[in-house]
């Protein structure tokens, strides 16, 4: 979950070192050490604490008031994050095309996912909890911003914005733009989209159940339609979209023509 000009939200990250080129089978080394975590979205108290315990209740509490004047919490599913891939996330992974980039990859089970299917795989994400837990489970992960310099610009096959993070700092349509220049020409974005007919523009805080919260940022919230016309906007191509149960899935294609630069299947671009 991470902004265009402002300050990152969750699904991004920083580290020193950057991954290199590797086989196949095997996963860049961790960098050798994180710079110190920054007051801000993702990064806060009852974020961190829930990623590395597991468990919730944690929300995102909309400051902006709805039609009726009231303020709104909406549920975060650390739970589900922390958990082994479901039935939803299988059928993200078997999608994926070559080496993958998850944006904003939270605790990391896709990325671990991957690395266990022998895809290679990275993570980003602005927590230093995510990123850990990320590592901890097998998987590669640097702490950095969709938003900064990444390995391998232009060159992943594949890129995933799913729980939630296509609402990243609050313009999709400047997220998209960013993440189809990270993919290579002919890439593929796999986005999950909320199962209901929404567009919004939210400011939040991340809340627990105690009322700790963090500051204020700015997010989106899109449903299929909504985030359809934000990846036209951004240049991307439809092609594909399947649901299940309450989740909303999109594939997405960089359509223009393939040029230099292009990953093998079997390397992380680095």
Same mark, same amino acid.
């Given at each position: 979950?991470?902004?265009?000009?402002?300050?990152?939200?969750?699904?991004?990250?920083?580290?020193?070192?950057?991954?290199?080129?590797?086989?196949?089978?095997?996963?860049?080394?961790?960098?050798?050490?994180?710079?110190?975590?920054?007051?801000?979205?993702?990064?806060?108290?009852?974020?961190?604490?829930?990623?590395?315990?597991?468990?919730?209740?944690?929300?995102?509490?909309?400051?902006?008031?709805?039609?009726?004047?009231?303020?709104?919490?909406?549920?975060?599913?650390?739970?589900?994050?922390?958990?082994?891939?479901?039935?939803?996330?299988?059928?993200?992974?078997?999608?994926?095309?070559?080496?993958?980039?998850?944006?904003?990859?939270?605790?990391?089970?896709?990325?671990?996912?991957?690395?266990?299917?022998?895809?290679?795989?990275?993570?980003?994400?602005?927590?230093?909890?995510?990123?850990?837990?990320?590592?901890?489970?097998?998987?590669?992960?640097?702490?950095?911003?969709?938003?900064?310099?990444?390995?391998?610009?232009?060159?992943?096959?594949?890129?995933?914005?799913?729980?939630? !993070?296509?609402?990243?700092?609050?313009?999709?349509?400047?997220?998209?733009?960013?993440?189809?220049?990270?993919?290579?020409?002919?890439?593929?974005?796999?986005?999950?989209?909320?199962?209901?007919?929404?567009?919004?523009?939210?400011?939040?805080?991340?809340?627990?159940? !105690?009322?700790?919260?963090?500051?204020?940022?700015?997010?989106?919230?899109?449903?299929?339609?909504?985030?359809?016309?934000?990846?036209?906007?951004?240049?991307?191509?439809?092609?594909?979209?399947?649901?299940?149960?309450?989740?909303?899935?999109?594939?997405?294609?960089?359509?223009?023509?393939?040029?230099?630069?292009?990953?093998?299947?079997?390397?992380?671009?680095?």
């Amino acid at each position: 979950m991470t902004g265009t000009g402002a300050p990152p939200l969750r699904p991004a990250c920083l580290s020193p070192s950057e991954p290199r080129s590797v086989p196949r089978a095997r996963q860049p080394r961790p960098p050798e050490a994180s710079p110190p975590a920054r007051p801000g979205p993702w990064i806060d108290d009852p974020y961190d604490l829930a990623v590395h315990t597991g468990r919730g209740p944690l929300f995102l509490r909309s400051l902006t008031d709805d039609a009726a004047g009231d303020e709104r919490l909406l549920p975060l599913d650390v739970e589900g994050w922390c958990a082994p891939p479901d039935r939803g996330d299988r059928s993200v992974l078997h999608r994926c095309e070559g080496p993958v980039l998850d944006i904003g990859c939270g605790p990391g089970r896709l990325v671990a996912a991957l690395t266990g299917r022998g895809v290679p795989a990275l993570g980003i994400d602005v927590s230093p909890a995510a990123v850990a837990r990320t590592r901890r489970l097998g998987g590669a992960a640097v702490r950095r911003s969709v938003f900064e310099r990444l390995p391998g610009e232009g060159r992943w096959p594949t890129a995933l914005l799913r729980d939630g !993070n296509v609402g990243i700092a609050g313009d999709p349509v400047a997220l998209l733009a960013r993440t189809r220049r990270l993919t290579a020409p002919g890439g593929l974005l796999l986005a999950e989209a909320l199962a209901q007919d929404v567009d919004e523009r939210l400011l939040v805080r991340i809340e627990d159940a !105690n009322g700790r919260h963090g500051p204020p940022f700015a997010w989106a919230r899109l449903g299929a339609a909504a985030l359809l016309g934000a990846a036209r906007a951004a240049g991307w191509t439809a092609a594909d979209r399947w649901t299940l149960g309450a989740r909303c899935f999109l594939a997405l294609r960089n359509t223009p023509h393939a040029g230099p630069g292009t990953v093998a299947g079997g390397r992380l671009p680095g």
